[in-house]
């Protein structure tokens, strides 16, 4: 069995990568579930061990993907990776979507609570995607000295 497959771009591809990438989706998908159904309070435990291991799966994977064409670079093994298409291919592929879903929870908060500075403005930090210098956004920020 072949884990490593070459794809026509001449790009290395991951099939164990992908496999781990799924996992890690459905365990999180999972623990966002679990914790709607109130019947299952007694699997708690299970559910933030599966939300927290599939969160870290994502980020070692990143770290591994992100990686490693730089580390083929230094190792003379290709070219450095040009990160003004690879931010403009993520920026493309990742933020219009998210802008959507900014603007439909922005609709519904609108209907339910109307416009506001307080709603306007955590609208448009979430669009500008600086909501994380913000307390009110990041959880469990309340517990840190300023």
């Known amino acids: 069995m072949q884990t490593v497959l070459k794809t026509s771009t001449d790009s290395t591809h991951y099939r164990f990568g992908d496999a781990l990438r799924t996992l890690a989706i459905v365990l999180?998908?999972?623990?966002?579930t679990l914790m709607v159904i109130p019947v299952l309070n007694k699997l708690e435990p299970y559910r933030i061990a599966m939300g927290c291991w599939g969160v870290d799966a994502f980020f070692i994977l990143s770290g591994f993907l992100l990686g490693r064409p730089y580390i083929d670079?230094?190792?003379?093994?290709?070219?450095?990776?040009?990160?003004?298409?690879?931010a403009k291919r993520r920026f493309f592929?990742?933020?219009?979507?998210?802008a959507?879903?900014?603007?439909?929870?922005f609709s519904k908060s609108a209907l339910h609570h109307g416009v506001n500075r307080q709603v306007a403005g955590d609208t448009i930090t979430h669009l500008l995607m600086i909501h994380n210098f913000f307390p009110q956004f990041v959880a469990g920020a309340e517990n840190i000295a300023p």
């Open 73 to 86: 670079a230094l190792l003379g093994r290709r070219p450095l990776p040009n990160w003004k298409q690879y």
């Open 93 to 98: 592929r990742i933020w219009p979507a998210y």
């Open 28 to 32: 999180v998908v999972l623990s966002h």
């Open 100 to 105: 959507i879903v900014v603007l439909i929870a």
